[in-house]
């Protein structure tokens, strides 16, 4: 390997070692958050700035159950769609690339991703 070649090898690891550690910092910073109790609120800012920023997802969703299913976050073209999560929640118990018909369905996205504790259905993002 010539020097060049070397140095455009390490300007790549520096620079991935930059992203992980950006994203390491976020994932503190959401945990620290979560930990200070702060509202929720601020924790979907936090939730926002992480995917947008660290991870540079341009469009998200994130439904949250209280009682009834509430839109939380909605980061996408798309003003106003809406997006059946009750009668589709059971269908989903992992994260799921959605097929052409389902991201239909979801308005354009290509991942859902519910959140569980134990049976019950907490969130589900998009």
């Known amino acids: 390997m010539n020097a060049e070649a070397t140095n455009i090898e390490d300007k790549k690891l520096v620079d991935l070692l930059n992203v ?16 200070d109790n702060v509202s929720a609120e601020d924790l979907y800012h936090i ?11 341009k469009h998200l969703a994130l439904f949250m159950f209280d ?27 992992s994260i799921t690339e959605l097929n052409k018909q389902e991201q239909i369905i ?17 969130a589900f993002a998009l």
């Not at 926002?48 to 991870?55: F, G, M, P, S, V």
Request: glycine share 4%; charged share 25%; aromatic share 14%.
């Open 67 to 93: 009682q009834a299913w509430k839109r939380a976050l909605w980061e996408t073209e798309l003003d106003d769609f809406f997006i059946p999560i009750q009668s589709n929640i059971e269908k989903y118990k």
């Open 20 to 35: 992980k550690s950006g994203q390491l910092n976020a994932l503190l910073e959401t945990t620290k958050a979560i930990n």
């Open 106 to 122: 979801f308005g354009g996205f290509k991942y859902v991703i519910p959140v569980y504790h134990k049976q019950q259905p907490l």
């Open 47 to 57: 939730y926002r700035l992480t995917l947008k920023d660290q991870l540079r997802v």
